[in-house]
């Protein structure tokens, strides 16, 4: 039997909390057991980050699942989990042209 190649997802979340912000996703997705494929971290006027990472999932995780794990943190005020598609797997940069499946924190 052929093991299913991981997934790669695109997270971008905004934090008020660069250092509380960024802590809190990295360890949350190396205890969950994901390989963390790119990390950067970008500031706005208002003084807020935003925090984006591709992170490599297993087959069976789902983005809304994803979502909800990764922004439980009070540091975490918003996130949006895209599924990249395979052909965008070797481009550089995170965010995505097109999502497969996507899932926002509201």
Known sequence: MQLRQRRRVSVIATTP???DGIVRLVLDAARFGFGLDQVAMTT???GNRTIRMVLEVMPSVD???LT???SR???ITDLHVVELAREDSNRPGVVPPGPLKERMLP
């Open 63 to 65: 983005c809304a699942d």
């Open 44 to 46: 706005h006027s208002d």
């Open 73 to 75: 943190h009070p540091a």
């Open 17 to 19: 909390d660069p250092f």
């Open 68 to 70: 909800e794990r990764l």
